[in-house]
C-alpha cells in the first residue's frame, strides 16, 4: 500500500515534475535567487543577446543588443514577458546542484544557472531591424522544416538595459505601445494574404479550375466589392486571379464554395487554435459562422471582415505550405547550455498539424511563384532564387491600410519563410522589400 | 544547509534507540536555529524553548511511566522506546513545520505553539492511560456502551456541528473546535476487540457490520468521506483478522466499490474530487487548484528542496492540514519526504510487531485496528496529495495542526504501549 505511494512520489518527482513546474499558475517560477547568476541567453551561433555581469558586487542584466531583442528576450521587472520571464527558472536552475554548491562553499566560485541557446540568428534578425527601419510593424521569419524561428521584430519597441528607469513611461505609452510584441501579439485583418486560405478551400473542393470575368468592379446581392484601384483584370482562371490578386474573383468564388469549407480550411489553418508557442501570442481570429451575412463572407474570403491574424500566425501558415501542407510547432529555444557545457532540455521539431495535402501545398507554391514572376509581388524578386510570395493590402477603416508580405524561398527545398506587416504602409511594396532583402540575406 | 536535516532522517533508521533520541534533539535544534535566525522574532523563540521543554519533558515521563518491572525475571522494560522515538521525531517535524508556515504571526494566533500545548495535553493523558485501563478491568467487554457512546458523539455532531472545510464534522466546545469523529475513531477499534473477542459467528459480524454501516453513512452524509472510509477499511482488516476469512473481506471490498460508484453519480462533491483526481491540469483553476498547488510545492525544488524558508509552502491550500506533507517535501525536500513516508512505515510496523507479539486475543485485534487505522489515514492523505486517490480531508497523523487528531493519535500510541507493555509480561501494568 504504502509502496504505491512512495513509487507515485518517486514517479512525480523524477519524471513528470519538469513539465509540471513550468506551470504559469506556479508562482515559484517569479522568485529571483539573487544568489544565482542568472544563464545568458545566445542565439544559434553563439553570439550574445544577454548576460550577468558584475557591477560593483552587483550582479546586473546586460543586454548587447538592447533594442533588436526587446520583445523576444523580455523582462521581468516591472511586468514579465518573453524569454527572461517564461524560462524564469531554466535561467536559474543550477545543474549539478550539489557539486555547484559545494564548490561555491569550498571556492567561492559562483552559482551559474543553465544558458539558453536560441533558434534565433542574429545577423538575420540585424538585417530584418534595420529594414524595418523605424516603422510601426513585425517581422517573423520561420525555418519551415523545424518549426525553428529565424528572426522576430517588432516596432516600436524599448531599451533593455534601461527599461527599469524608463518603465513608468514606457508601459503608459499608449498611442506607440512599445511593450506590445506585434509580432505574436498584434492582431491585424490579413487582408489579400488571406486568399491562400480561400484559394486552398476551393482547390479542396475541386474547384480549383473556377473562373471569372473581372470588370474590376463586381455587386453581389446588397454588397458590391472593387479591385484594387479598380483594376479589371479581364478574363481570370485562378492561378492567374492569385497572382493579381482579385477581389472580385475570390468574392464570386467565395459564394460558390460556401461558408462550410471556408471555415473548415481556416480551421485547419490554426485559425482559433492554439499556435503551441512557448511565449505569449494571441490566438488567430476567425469569426465566419453559417449564419452570417452574405456580405460578411464575402468581405472574409479576400481578408477583410472580422478576421484577424498576426504576423507569427501567417508565418507559420506560408510555413505550412513551404513544408508540403505540414505546419511545424514554432519554437524559439533550441536547448539549455549547463555551466559546464552540457547540452540540455534540447527541444527537436514537432509536427503542429497537417493543414493540407502536399499536393495542394504544391499547386499553392507554383501560385505563389507566379505571384513574383508576373504578378503583385514582382518587387520581391532576387536573381538567380525562385520565390513563392503572396501580397496583401488590409483595408483599416478611415486610415491607411496596413501593408503584408508573406514569402518563401527557395520555392523548391524551401529554407525561409517570412511574413512582414506594416501598419498603415498603404501597400505592401515597402513589405515585400523588407522580405526582399531579408530572404537574399538568409540564402546568400 | 538542507542536506543536515536529510542526514539526520537517514541516520534515525541505523541507530540504536539512545541515539534516535539525539537525533530528534539535535533537528529541533537545528530548524529553530534556522527559524530564529530568519525571523529575529520572539515568539519564533517561545515556540523553540516550549517545544524543546515538551520534548525532553515527554521523554523522561514516558520513560518513568513506562518502566515496569517484567515479572517473570528480575528485568525492567521502558515500553517500545522505538515507536515512541518515531512519534517524537514526527511530532518534532510538524511543530517545526507549523512554525515555518506561521514564522510571522503573532504568538497568539501561532499554530505551532497551539500544537505544542495540544502535544503537552495528548502526552499526559496517554501517560493516564495504563491507569485508566488497569480500572476498567474488563473493557473488552463493554461492547454496548462504546456504541451507545459513538451513536451520541456522532449524532452530536450531525446535529450542533459546524462546517469547516466543506465537511460537518466540528463542535465548538468553549471556543475550542473539537472533531468528534476522532474520538468515535478510539471507542470504534476498542469495540471492534471487544465484538470479536471470541472467534465471532455470523450474527455477531451482521451486528457489526450494520452498526459500521450506519457510522460509514452518517460520516457519508455529513460529508466527511475520508472517515467513512477509514472506519470501512478498519472495520474491513479487522474482520479479517478476526476471522481469517478472505470471501467476506473480498465481498466487503466488492460492495464498497459498488457503493462508491452509486455515491459518484448521487453525490455532485464526490464527482468534484474525482475529477480533480483524474486530472488536477485540466481542472487547475477550478477543482484541481489544491492539488495542483501541491505538486508545484513538490516539484519545484527537486529533491534537496528549497531550504527551510526559502521556499513558498504557503502558496497550498490547506497548507497546516490536509497539505502539510507538501511544505515539508518543498523546503527539506522530496527525499525528505519519501524518508518521511519511511518512517511512517516503521512506526506503523512496529505497531503490528505489538499486535503480532501478544497472545491476548482482544489485545491483539485492538492493535490490529489502531495500527490499520492510522496506516490508512497515513496513506488517504497522502495517496490524495499525490493523485493515487481522490483527495480526502483527513489530517496526516502527528504532523497535521489539529488538537483532536493530535490527542487521538497519541491516546492511540499510548494503547499500543500498554498492550506491548502487557505482552512482555508486565501483568500489573
Redesign the interface.
Known sequence: MFGVILFFLFRFVFFESHYVISNPFNRRIHLIDSNIVRGDIFDRNGTVLATTVSRNGINEREYPFPTQFSHLIGYITGGRTGIESNYNFSLQNLYLEMLQRTYQIIFNTPLRGNSLVLTVDADLQLVAYEQLAGRNGAIVAIEPSTGQILSMVSFPDFNLNTLQNDWAQVSTDTINSPLLNRATQGLYPPGSIYKIITALAAIDSGMGDFTFVCTGEAVFNDSSIRCFNNIAHGYLDMESAFAHSCNTYFAALALELGYDRLIQSSEEFLFNSVLSYSLEYNIPRFNLTEFSEESELIQTSIGQGRTLTTALHMAMITSGIANNGIIMTPYVVQHELTFNGNIRNRELPGMLTRATTSENAEIMTSMMIEVVERGTGTTARINGVQIAAKTGTAEVGNAESHGWFVAFAPAKNPEIAVAVVLENAGGSVPAQIIAREIIQHALG | MRYVFLFYIVAFFFVNESKQKLLILAFHLTAFTILIHDSRSASVVSIAAASLILLVAANFAVKYIYSTDVSSSKEKINGNEKLWNDAAFLMTIGIVTLTRLTITRPLGDSLALMQTLWFAVAITAMLAIPLALKIVRKFEKLTYIYVLVSILLISSTLLLGQEQYGAVNWIMIAGISFQASEFVKILFVFYLASVFRKPPDYKKIIVSGTFTATIVLLLVLSVDLGGALIFFITYMLVLYAATGNIFLFSAGMISASVAAYVAYELFPHIRVRVNAWRDP?RY??TDGYQI??G??S???F???GSGLTL??PN?NAVVERDMIFVAISEEFG?LF??ML??L??NMFYKGMQIAMGTTNRSHSLLATGIVSMM?FQT?LI??GI???VPLTGVTLPLISYGGSSVVATIAKLGVLQWIYIRSQGGENF
Open positions: 491540469w487547475i483553476d495542483a498547488l505538486f508545484f513538490i516539484g519545484t527537486g529533491i534537496f521556499g513558498d502558496f522530496s519526504g519519501g513516508i519511511l511512517y512505515l496506516a496513506f497522502l495517496g499525490l493523485t493515487v
